[in-house]
């Protein structure tokens, strides 16, 4: 499972690319996922993940941050720190 992943996604009205980059660590799978909408005008999402090797099911919440258009680098959390929907 480790490396790059690359494939499209449908949510609600949104469509676009999800890339996975992930690399083994310990019991399991760390790395990031992009977002990358079809909706130029959407923000370019990412977000850090760990994911246990050993299931095949599974579920996570995971807080995303987007990320700057010009420089790639991340910015700040989509989620305040006071929103109940965010872990």
């Known amino acids: 499972m480790n490396g790059q992943w690359i494939g499209s996604y449908s949510g609600g009205t949104n ?3 999800l ?3 992930l690399d083994p660590v310990g019991a399991g799978y760390e790395g990031a996922l992009f977002i990358y909408d ?3 005008a959407a923000p370019r999402t990412f977000a ?3 994911i246990p090797k ?3 099911t599974f579920s996570l919440q995971i ?3 987007h990320a700057e ?3 790639g680098s991340p910015g700040i959390p989509l989620c305040g720190a006071r ?3 965010c872990p």
């Open 19 to 21: 890339v996975a980059d």
């Open 15 to 17: 469509t676009g690319i």
């Open 38 to 40: 079809n909706n130029s």
């Open 63 to 65: 807080g995303l941050s």
């Open 69 to 71: 258009r010009g420089s």
């Open 83 to 85: 929103d109940p929907l």
């Open 54 to 56: 050993d299931k095949t």
């Open 48 to 50: 850090q993940v760990k």
